[in-house]
């Protein structure tokens, strides 16, 4: 009489188990991924707006002589602030979820910043701007993203206050090592948003795995009920 | 969709069977190879389907009286 093995094998299992896992958490990452890239084409818009009117509402005009004019920075808004916006609104609409999408988001995203202090005069109000756009890259749960964000502000201290302090700190004579103390409140930011990403990911994968075993258990269970059907059909055939 | 078609390993690597040739098969085989998910489903485009998917095709399959049912019985 031929036997039946019922034991499935316990590695090819969980193979099967680790590799739907995996796939799993490759489509909610990308669908998370997606999400925020879409959220940040609303804020590039959004930003773009917001910069210029931001140069409207403090320098609306200039003086050439007698003559007013539209100041240069209306117009550094209207096309600076166009190609910041537009260049990673073009990589979201066209490669959502590429990583090289969301580390130019983050680049742009923090020249947003330097724009919008830039176009504020230096004030110091403006400089949370840095903190509030470096939570929102968070929001894709990948550090180096914070990592490429993070190089550009401290680069950007660094340069302007070295050559345009007024343009970052709203002061001509600042000392030299206060990009280090701006710097020093985006690590601090940093080590918390990279905390979150970690458990953020963590959490995916776990909600992964959690599916990929439900999944697995309930084909088991189909498999060996057809097994069972098929078995007795054939028997009071 | 349509199920034409599954591939089993018995062992040495998976082969294409058409319904009728998997239901020759012997069936302490079948059910071996059920069981321990050596089994994988294909539709007419040669498209692989998920095993739950393919298993209710199978069953809606035999159910209406296709070529498989006279040689399974399964209901």
Redesign the interface.
């Known amino acids: 009489m031929a036997t039946v093995d019922l034991e499935e094998d316990a590695g090819e299992r969980e193979g099967r188990i680790a590799a739907r896992a995996s796939e799993l958490l490759q489509e909610r990452r990308q669908r998370l991924l997606r999400y925020v890239d879409r959220m940040f084409l609303a804020l590039m818009g959004g930003q773009w707006v917001f910069g210029i009117l931001v140069a409207l509402f403090f320098s609306p005009y200039g003086w050439e002589g007698k003559q007013r004019v539209i100041h240069f920075h209306v117009y550094t808004a209207v096309f600076l602030g166009g190609l910041l916006s537009l260049f990673p609104m073009v990589l979201i609409w066209r490669r959502p979820g590429w990583v090289v999408t969301r580390h130019v988001v983050a680049v742009s995203q923090m020249l947003w910043s330097a724009l919008l202090i830039h176009l504020s005069g230096g004030r110091i109000e403006t400089h949370f701007h840095v903190f509030g756009s470096l939570a929102f890259l968070a929001f894709y749960l990948d550090w180096k993203v914070l990592g490429s964000a993070s190089a550009v502000v401290v680069a950007d201290h660094l340069l302007r206050g070295l050559f345009w302090p007024e343009s970052v700190y709203g002061i001509v004579n600042p000392e030299w090592w206060r990009f280090l103390e701006h710097a020093f409140w985006v690590v601090f930011e940093d080590v918390f948003l990279v905390l979150a990403c970690s458990y953020g990911l963590a959490e995916l994968t776990s909600a992964a795995r959690r599916q990929a075993e439900v999944e697995t258990l309930r084909e088991t269970d189909q498999l060996k009920t057809f097994a069972l059907e098929m078995a007795l059909a054939e028997a009071r055939a | 969709m349509r199920l034409t078609q599954v591939a089993v390993d018995r062992g040495e690597g998976y082969v294409k069977l058409t319904l009728p040739e998997f239901f020759a098969l012997?069936?302490?085989d079948?059910?071996?190879m059920?069981?321990?998910?050596r089994?994988r489903f294909y539709d007419e485009a040669s498209n692989l389907i998920p095993?739950?998917e393919g298993?209710k095709l199978?069953?809606e399959g035999t159910r209406n009286g296709s070529a498989t049912q006279a040689s399974?019985?399964?209901?």
């Open positions: 012997p069936l302490v079948r059910i071996q059920l069981l321990h998910q089994m095993i739950s298993l199978l069953r399974t019985g399964v209901p």
